[in-house]
């Protein structure tokens, strides 16, 4: 749903997203208040608008390949409103086995990832929402004692390790942390191997703000697996 100045290796940190946060609530009073010379402004804008449609179509990528992910029905962003928001809406299988929370962490981890592909870091204010939506994921992971995750690779990218850790404070659960990383890697993988995709999506809600369920299908055609 979905860092400017900060490293890769320091944007998922608590800090990092208030950071980024700030950066937001500044830019858009120049943009919604006139401040500012009107190129300035409008040059604003248009980065914000872009690394949400970054974000969400990460988000997106994600869902498609998520095989408990019946229907993706709609993507849309909001440039207009602080903290970059955005939704990607679909229907889910109702699934209660573990495998469909590891992918649930790989969507939620989608917009991160995606950032973090374009940019180099991840700034997006609902990035941490993101995180705790992922992390309610992991624990239920945890409690069904499925710590292997469904897909082949599992391998932790650097920029993440430590710093979803760092997200929570220091009483998160090493297991939990390590679960958040993988999921995140996994979907690293998806929009790294999909970026003309990912590219379509960005520039479709770049251009109009939404993109429905006609489109979606248009982009991405049949999906090949269902659950």
Known sequence: MLVW???????????????????????????????????????????????????????????????????????????????????????????????????????????????????????SGGSKRDLEHAREAAKAIVKAGSPVAPWARAEERVEASDNIARMFGSGLDPEIGRILNIGYAYSRDLVEQDRARLMLVTNHLCRSGDLKAKEIKRIFGKRAFWV
């Open 5 to 123: 100045g900060l490293t890769a290796a320091a944007a998922l940190t608590a800090g990092g997203v208030a950071v980024g946060r700030a950066l937001e609530r500044k830019e858009w009073q120049t943009v919604i208040q006139g401040k500012g010379k009107a190129e300035e402004a409008s040059k604003i804008r248009s980065m914000i608008e872009y690394r949400a449609a970054i974000h969400e179509a990460g988000h997106t990528i994600c869902a498609w390949h998520d095989p408990y992910v019946r229907r993706i029905t709609l993507v849309t962003i909001d440039p207009t409103r602080a903290g970059l928001a955005g939704h990607v809406n679909y229907t889910a299988s109702t699934n209660p086995a573990a495998a469909a929370k590891w992918y649930a962490i790989s969507v939620n981890m989608g917009g991160i990832a995606s950032e973090f592909c374009e940019f180099g870091k991840a700034r």
